[in-house]
């Protein structure tokens, strides 16, 4: 009996808080701005306007992956807005986010304006999330 009661136990004190309202809306906000951002890339990806060929081939990529960079980050995107779903899509993103930080890299592009700018997008996604998912911030305990 004693058993069952230990385990219950450690259940229910591992079970995240509840996010208040304000935090959770903070966190919606921070994490839309990206989202937003990255659901225009793929669209932009897919519809494969002249800009975007010209930019994408200028990092050194073949034209005809554009279309598939397109799908995948929208699938990202989509998986990260889904509740259930946003860790998986924020680890994809961040993968994605940093093979843009490696291709800016690579083309010599300047740190603060390209380089980096994937950095900050995924510091938004992730801080977003940390705001609004109970489960990460439980993981990722950060005290005042």
Same mark, same amino acid.
């Given at each position: ?22 935090? +959770? ?5 921070? *994490?839309? /701005?990206? &989202?937003?951002? %990255? ?6 990806? @897919? ?31 989509? +998986? ?5 779903? *946003?860790? /998986?899509? &924020?680890?994809? %993103? ?6 843009? @930080? ?43």
């Amino acid at each position: 009996m004693n058993a069952e009661y230990d385990s219950q136990s450690v259940q229910t004190s591992a079970s995240p808080a509840p996010v208040s309202q304000g935090r +959770l809306w903070t966190g919606r906000i921070l *994490s839309m /701005l990206p &989202a937003l951002f %990255l659901l225009m890339d793929g669209v932009m990806k @897919v519809m494969k306007p002249d800009f975007v060929v010209k930019a994408t081939v200028e990092l050194g990529y073949p034209e005809d992956v554009i279309f598939g960079l397109g799908i995948v980050v929208l699938i990202c995107v989509i +998986l990260y807005i889904i509740p259930q779903t *946003s860790v /998986l899509g &924020a680890i994809l %993103l961040t993968g994605y986010l940093g093979g843009a @930080v490696a291709s800016h890299l690579r083309h010599g592009d300047p740190l603060f304006s390209h380089v980096l700018s994937p950095v900050y997008f995924a510091i938004l996604l992730w801080g977003g999330l940390y705001l609004r998912e109970p489960r990460l911030s439980a993981l990722v305990p950060i005290r005042n």
